[in-house]
């Protein structure tokens, strides 16, 4: 079975652009969280979506925003890209939404996307 | 506001040496706890995932433990080796509707041949 995927893998942007980013999450898991990683923030949510609904949002402004298509697969776009937009995005997907019945949610994450804004 | 914490930051064993990593959570109220590992500019690899009504969890030279009372999770690796050596995050999601999830801050573990 296929793992998480992510493309690209790296990206170099400027400052003032904007980037789009694409997560494949396995197949039949229906939930995708996606998450930027840096050295001084540490790992730090961005958003879930299930069923093509953005379920949960974290503290990011609104120049990130993503969507869900109804294939699971999920695209994360960042606008005006501003230096400190320099991080390791990851996507995790999950068989089902936290608090459905029986679900465990144990996520599996992809290699990441490295994005550098100069 | 959860906060999860994870000490020490960093780590330096021998090989074969038995090790313990802790991450703590402010709020009890969860509804499972992951343990991850991460190699340098890589992404996270599930190591093991207890649910909130399970206290401990083992895979391989691994076993995890959870007591949700003192807002603790330990994770145990036995007989450690240099392919041991990589960041440990714990990741806590807490219960009640849409909760987002929270990593700890990590451990950074180097096993020494």
């Known amino acids: 079975k296929a793992g998480v995927t992510q493309t690209p893998r790296y990206l170099i942007k400027t400052r003032g652009q904007q980037v789009t980013l694409s997560c494949s999450p396995i197949?039949?898991?229906?939930?995708v969280s996606w998450y930027q990683q840096t050295p001084g923030q540490g790992l730090q949510f961005l958003f879930e979506?299930?069923?093509?609904?953005?379920?949960n949002k974290g503290n990011f402004p609104g120049r990130f925003s993503g969507r869900q298509f109804s294939n699971s697969r999920s695209e994360m776009n960042v606008s005006t890209l501003e230096l400190g937009d320099s991080a390791l995005y990851l996507c995790?997907?999950?068989?089902?939404?936290?608090?459905?019945?029986?679900?465990?949610?144990?996520?599996?994450f992809g290699p990441g996307t490295r994005l550098t804004v100069l | 506001k959860q906060e999860v914490t994870q000490i020490p930051a960093a780590l330096s064993v021998p090989e074969g040496e038995n090790l313990v990593l802790n991450c703590s959570f402010t709020?009890?109220?969860?509804?499972?706890l992951q343990w991850f590992r991460q190699d340098p500019g890589k992404g996270l690899t599930s190591l093991l995932l207890?649910?909130?009504?399970?206290r401990e969890q083992t895979s391989g030279r691994l076993n995890a433990s959870l007591d949700k009372s003192s807002g603790r999770s330990t994770l145990y690796i036995a007989a450690s080796q240099p392919g041991d050596s990589a960041t440990y995050l714990c990741?806590?999601?807490?219960?009640?509707?849409?909760?987002?999830?929270?990593f700890g801050t990590g451990t950074k573990l180097q096993v020494i041949p």
């Open positions: 995790a997907s999950s068989l089902r939404l936290a608090g459905e019945w029986g679900s465990y949610n144990e996520q599996f």
């Open positions: 197949s039949g898991h229906r939930s």
């Open positions: 979506y299930f069923s093509e609904t953005q379920r």
């Open positions: 709020d009890s109220a969860i509804y499972n």
């Open positions: 207890i649910q909130s009504s399970q």
């Open positions: 990741a806590v999601r807490p219960s009640g509707g849409y909760q987002k999830v929270t």
